[in-house]
């Protein structure tokens, strides 16, 4: 199997490469990074406090596959999956198995996480759009939206934007680097005069644009005015948006650093304390798959054979909005303060620490918000995290206290899950810090050494002569964890 797209693909969507780059760059300057929303409805996403008409094209899971809106349940039969369809009719008429297939599955990719910010490109160019954007679903995965309102203008040629634009476009992927230009020059208008290993045309304004190509590469770009002085677009003004539609009250706020580095460093072990409770109600509680009840009075989770100590940790209701903790836990919250290392009057500016209740509307993942502000507290505070639909406890049963690391599988199992509640709250400027985090903390929590001989590609927890690798994408994203033979061959 290649990793690559198909060649029906690829000849579809080359074309559109270096001009989408422009174009991306120009709507990421526009409506800078920030929280994510969006309105199936309207259709709409908001990013920043700004909204724009918008349409989701896929979703990419966990697993490695991504799945088209017009064939997900949750977005097919809504008005935001409209231009996913076009996808589809587009694919039947040009036999593209990509577009025509319910799920592809991206996992002979070296990198599916980073195949499917390709196939976001690809969708643009497709479907002549003037954004993307990339949403956290929950802690689930992600969800990509193409951005098509006129307020968003159309990438005007700005120097060094082109020449990024250019250089990006041919490289990212297989193909000759004449393609992406030859699309970039019939976007602009520009009629090609094709010389010994160059192409090059003239703007409206007058700048000549020559592009220098080596097979698939560009290896050089200028841009040169009229009579070859300074190019008028090197100097020409910013675009900017017309006529968008400021949301002062969409989700606006991120969970707090200080917290996420606490939640990076206990989210997998939480995982695994959860895990081994949940394998001793089995072995020893007659626990058959059904939720235990909870037993106020006695204060304890009630499974078939018996109890487990626990106390109410908080509650919450995505739909609602909110967030509460349970009454009594000022201790469980002080113990979080401290392990963030906030002083009293730090804490009481944060209003995931303070007061009874906490509005979660401001927040773009709701769901992972409130799970990990519970589960970190009820980790830092020496407890074991569970749930009851969208009731929390922290069990205190102290025959839960012996917890520590089975077999290798477990902590793949451990380290993926903590990335994936994690990954919705965590900032591109952040998030390399954040995960790294997570994979070594955990495997210092149990003991194993911790090898950089893989970096900046993964890191290992080393047990005996096994090692547990976790890679790491360029943005600092666990792409995948991997038990294995120390220093042997990528599994």
């Known amino acids: ?45 908001t990013r920043s406090g700004i ?38 009719e587009l694919g039947e008429r040009a036999g593209v198995p990509e577009l025509t297939e319910p799920m592809p599955d991206l996992n002979h990719f070296p990198d599916p996480r980073l195949a499917a910010d390709h196939l976001l490109l690809m969708c643009m160019g497709l479907l002549d759009a003037r954004g993307g954007v990339i949403c956290a679903v929950n802690e689930r995965g992600r969800l990509f939206l193409v951005v098509d309102d006129p307020a968003v203008p159309r990438a005007e040629p700005r120097v060094p934007r082109l020449t990024t634009a250019l250089r990006n476009g041919a490289a990212l992927l297989p ?72 949301s002062p009250d969409a989700p606006h706020r991120t969970f707090p650093r200080p917290l996420l580095a606490v939640a990076a460093r206990e989210m997998a072990f939480s995982i695994l304390r959860t895990r081994a409770m949940v394998q001793y109600a089995d072995d020893h509680l007659g626990f058959d798959g059904r939720p235990p009840l909870w037993d106020e009075q006695a204060g304890e989770l009630r ?58 509307t401001v927040y773009g993942p709701r769901e992972a918000v409130a799970v990990a502000l519970a589960r970190t507290a009820a980790n830092v505070a020496g407890h074991t995290f569970t749930s009851l639909g969208n009731h929390f406890f922290a069990v205190t049963d102290e025959r839960l206290s012996d917890t520590g690391i089975t077999d290798l599988d477990a902590a793949v199992t451990d380290i ?21 985090s997570l994979a070594q903390s955990y ?38 964890v991997t038990p294995g033979v120390l220093m042997g061959a990528p599994m």
């Open 1 to 45: 199997m290649t990793a690559s797209f198909s060649d029906q693909l690829l000849a579809l969507a080359r074309p559109n490469l270096a001009w989408v780059c422009e174009q991306l760059d120009l709507f990421d300057s526009l409506v800078p990074a920030g929280v994510v929303s969006f309105d199936r409805d309207e259709p709409s996403v």
């Open 51 to 88: 909204t724009l008409r918008a349409h989701v094209v896929g979703t990419y899971a966990l697993d490695g596959t991504w799945m088209w809106a017009w064939a997900n349940e949750s977005y097919r039969d809504s008005a935001i999956a409209v231009r996913s369809r076009e996808l589809r």
């Open 175 to 246: 193909g000759p680097a004449l393609k992406p230009v030859q699309g970039w020059f019939a976007r602009h208008g520009i009629k090609p005069v094709y010389g010994p290993g160059r192409v090059e045309g003239v703007l409206d304004g007058g700048d000549r644009v020559v592009v220098a190509l080596g097979g698939e590469r560009v290896v050089g770009v200028e841009v040169t005015g009229d009579g070859g002085g300074a190019p008028r677009c090197g100097t020409a003004g910013e675009q900017e948006l017309q006529g968008a539609r400021l």
């Open 303 to 360: 499974f078939p054979g018996g109890g487990l100590k626990a106390r109410r940790l908080g509650s919450y209701d995505a739909e609602a909005g909110w967030f509460r903790w349970a009454p009594a836990t000022e201790d469980i919250r002080d113990r979080l303060r401290e392990a963030a290392g906030l002083a009293p009057e730090e804490a009481g500016n944060l209003p995931e620490l303070c007061g009874e209740q906490l509005d979660l």
């Open 416 to 436: 993926r899950g903590g990335a994936s509640r994690l990954q919705g709250l965590v900032e591109q400027e952040t998030r390399d810090e954040t995960m790294r």
């Open 443 to 480: 495997f210092e929590r149990l003991g194993l050494q911790v090898w950089h001989y893989g970096q900046p590609d993964f890191v290992s927890g080393v047990m005996g002569l096994y090692e547990v690798r976790v890679y790491f994408a360029p943005d600092g994203t666990i792409t995948q």
